[in-house]
């Protein structure tokens, strides 16, 4: 069935026929064009300002693990947070940091992982190995949250630590879009030496931090460029807007996650996007229709007319298929 719809999607990308791009003929399966959010560094950002605003004071009274294999670490151990004072939250490329007095709580929500503040949490442990909860952090005046992971893919993960760069997806990271340090020039050299096309790039944790599949598409529709130019032979004119296109777009979006209340809402609300996740449906800036050309496991959108000179972009898995 999911093999169906992949194809189907394939076909339709590489249809000439506008029909087959009304949005009523649009069909999500949850590999493909699928509007779950996954966090990327907007929505992990709102969620460290949250725990700034609300958090920071209090003193952690218990963490309960429920499933086990969300903890990465273990020395020390989770009941060494008891007592310690929330003093700071911040951020990681994807990466959300509750600084507990020195020692570390770095998540990873990963692409199914959110965090859910609640105000008055059950005294009661949650069930080990049942429902979403992998992790509980209480409060000392009994609100706190619930990390929780959808879906069957246990990539959620928990470190507690002194020192958040040792934790080795920390250590990994590119460069902070949202640093004063990201100028142009920095953005020049990072792409300089890269074989990469600008998806690749964009997305790649260890070149620049924090922007995943859903800012990428929006970056580039903003930059006018197409994915899959190359990042290394940018001429000026296009790494300014590419540079541009990163820090706006980001920007924007941290100003509204921030704006909804990004803890107290549910992780698969995400709005103003131009392009990601909306294929079939008209590009707010021309009017064409965006497409989309699908991976194994992702997809990516793009405006033909903003992005590509008007010209579809062939779907590799269709050319195979056909081949
Ligand atoms: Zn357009």
């Known amino acids: 069935m999911r093999q169906a719809a992949r194809l189907a999607d394939a076909a339709r990308v590489g249809s000439e026929s506008r029909a087959h791009l009304h949005p009523s003929n649009i ?3 949850p590999a493909l064009g699928h509007t779950n959010a996954v966090p990327e560094l907007p929505e992990v950002e709102a969620l460290a300002a949250f725990l700034r605003e609300r958090a920071v004071g209090h003193f952690v009274a218990r963490i309960d693990v429920a499933a086990i294999n969300v903890l990465k670490t273990y020395d020390p151990p989770p009941t060494a947070l008891a007592g310690q004072q929330v003093t700071g939250a911040g951020r990681y490329g994807k990466f959300l940091d509750l600084d507990c007095d020195g020692l570390h709580l770095v998540i990873h929500l990963a692409r199914a992982g959110w965090l859910h503040w609640r105000e008055q949490l059950a005294p009661a442990p949650p069930k080990p190995g049942k429902g979403p909860i992998g992790l509980r952090v209480h409060l000392d005046d009994g609100a706190g949250f ?3 992971e959808a879906g069957t893919k246990k990539r959620l993960a928990v470190y507690l630590v002194r020192d ?3 934790v080795p997806g920390v250590a990994r990271l590119g460069a902070d879009p949202l640093a004063e340090d990201f100028t142009v020039e920095a953005l020049s050299t990072l792409l300089a030496g890269a074989r990469q096309q600008l998806k690749g790039l964009l997305t790649d944790q260890t070149v620049i931090a924090g922007i995943g599949n859903a800012y990428s598409d929006e970056i580039l529709h903003m930059a006018q460029l197409s994915p899959f130019k190359l990042g290394a032979k940018l001429p000026p ?3 300014e807007r590419l540079h ?3 820090v706006t777009t980001l920007r924007d979006a ?3 996650s921030v704006g909804q209340g990004a803890a107290t809402l549910k992780g698969e609300k995400r709005s103003g996007l131009r392009v ?4 079939g449906l008209p590009c707010p800036v021309c009017g064409d229709l965006v ?5 194994a496991d992702s997809s990516l959108q793009y405006c033909p007319t903003c992005q590509t000179g008007g010209s579809p972009l062939a779907d590799r898995r269709l050319s195979r298929l056909v081949r």
Do not use: K, M
């Open 27 to 29: 069909t999500r399966s």
């Open 146 to 148: 619930d990390l929780t």
């Open 164 to 166: 958040p760069a040792t």
């Open 237 to 239: 004119e296009e790494l």
């Open 244 to 246: 541009a296109a990163i």
């Open 254 to 256: 941290v100003a509204r």
């Open 276 to 279: 990601h996740a909306r294929t």
């Open 291 to 295: 497409r989309e050309v699908s991976f």
